[in-house]
């Protein structure tokens, strides 16, 4: 009789471990990147009172005979789903969702934890931290740029929002469009010189090894043409109001239009303080024509002034890229994530934080989108993949078998008393 109430009282205390599952899914529904967990039973120990027979010529075999030894049931395991959640866009621009494998690294004070929960935000200082304050990990960029990211010099993630860009300094400057061949026409003669005066200035901003943007007129004259040869046109740039000429030569082009000659010349400027050593900018004159449509010119130049960062977003690879006053872009950073060969055999030490354990592997830490890390969606939250359905299922079965391991109780214990009842004097 003891037996049957231990297997009852068993079958009680698995039921209740299993609520405990059920109740810590539900309460968890809403957490972000939460991942619920199952628990599955295991037969206990039995007492054989017989080990079974092998069959003999005059008898066939018996089978083993066992009874509940004790407890007859226990916690089998209890194993966590890791399956992808849901994604919910939230708007805000520091919140990451993982959409594939992996786990955002995070530093903590006691060492490196993982998490699939992106609630992220930046503190005063421009860090990328969790709400608990634990620092995002991956790679700064250096002048912009992204290079040797690996696993051993992952740092915590700064979006400093005063950081500039340096400048750049121009070492081109193009002009582009039409020259009026009719202005260096004459159909009485054969050769004809045109007016030493500017036909066209066009306006070209370049910026100077410090930055600073400088002005310089790009000037056409002294159209000359001849006769089924097509025309040269003098070229100088000036520093207006100054009329040096900084850079000068002659640009010639075919009788259909087409530059035959002269498309490149050098300028030379000087930084607006006077500090830097002469400039040289190569201007290039390759996509000009000159036919019988209008004078109608474009300049423009590469480089650029020094720049404050204005905004930033995240790609799909965690590479976290600024825009800046300058209307230039370039890499900040980049996300990092970690992989394990099992990743169900992490240590969950709470506040959506996983551990490496003994049987999780050793963390792999790469670029998202690389090998088989999943990508980054900016704005969006994983959300919990606890289903409600199924744990309100696995509720009313824990229920049903935790009432009747009560009754079984009852019963033995019914049968205690009818028994005492019958030898009582």
């Known amino acids: 009789m003891s037996g049957t109430l231990y297997a009852a009282i068993s079958g009680l205390n698995a039921e209740q471990a ?109 860090q990328l931290v969790t709400p608990q304050g634990d620092y995002v990990m991956g790679w700064m960029a250096q002048n912009g740029k992204l290079t040797g990211e690996s696993q051993g010099n992952i740092s915590p993630i700064t979006i400093r929002p005063n950081m500039t860009m340096s400048p750049s300094a121009s070492t081109t400057m193009t002009v582009t469009g039409n020259l009026n061949a009719a202005l260096a026409t004459s159909a009485s003669s054969s050769t004809t010189t045109g007016s ?49 000429v900084l850079g000068s030569g002659t640009v010639t ?15 030379t400027i000087q930084s607006k303080n006077g500090s830097q050593s002469p400039q040289k900018v190569t201007l290039n004159l390759g996509g000009m024509t000159a036919d019988a449509a ?37 890499a900040i950073a980049q996300v990092g994530l970690a992989n394990f060969n099992n990743a169900a055999g992490l240590l969950n030490v709470g506040n959506n934080l996983w551990q490496q354990s003994a049987n999780s592997g050793t963390a792999k830490i790469g670029q998202p989108g690389s090998g088989s890390l999943g990508t980054i969606s900016s704005g969006s939250l994983e959300e919990s993949n606890v289903s409600l359905a199924n744990q309100f299922v696995n509720m009313i079965k824990a229920q049903q078998g935790y009432q009747a391991n009560a009754k079984v109780i009852s019963v033995a214990q019914a049968l205690g008393t009818t028994l005492v009842n019958t030898i009582a004097p």
């Open 18 to 126: 299993l609520m405990g599952v059920i109740s810590q899914n539900i309460a968890n529904v809403n957490t972000t990147g939460y991942k619920s967990s199952n628990m599955s039973f295991a037969q206990m120990m039995q007492q054989t009172l017989s080990g079974g027979t092998a069959p003999t010529a005059a008898l066939g075999g018996t089978n083993p005979e066992q009874v509940s030894g004790g407890a007859a049931v226990g916690i089998g395991a209890v194993n966590v789903n890791m399956s992808q959640g849901s994604l919910q866009t939230t708007g805000i621009k520091t919140n990451m969702a993982i959409s594939g494998h992996g786990f955002f690294v995070i530093k903590t004070p006691t060492g490196y934890s993982y998490s699939r929960s992106g609630d992220f935000t930046l503190d005063s200082q421009g």
């Open 196 to 244: 030493n005066t500017t036909v066209r200035s066009e306006p070209v901003t370049v910026y100077d090894s410090l930055g600073d943007p400088v002005t310089l007129n790009v000037n056409f004259s002294n159209p000359t043409a001849t006769a089924n040869s097509g025309t040269s046109w003098t070229v100088n740039v000036t520093e207006p109001p100054s009329t040096t």
């Open 253 to 267: 082009f075919s009788n259909t239009g087409a530059i035959t000659s002269g498309s490149t010349m050098t300028v």
């Open 294 to 330: 209008s004078t109608s010119l474009s300049g423009k130049a590469n480089g650029y002034g020094q720049g404050l960062l204005s905004n930033f977003t995240i790609g799909s690879n965690g590479v976290i890229t600024g825009t800046f006053s300058n209307g230039q872009t370039q």
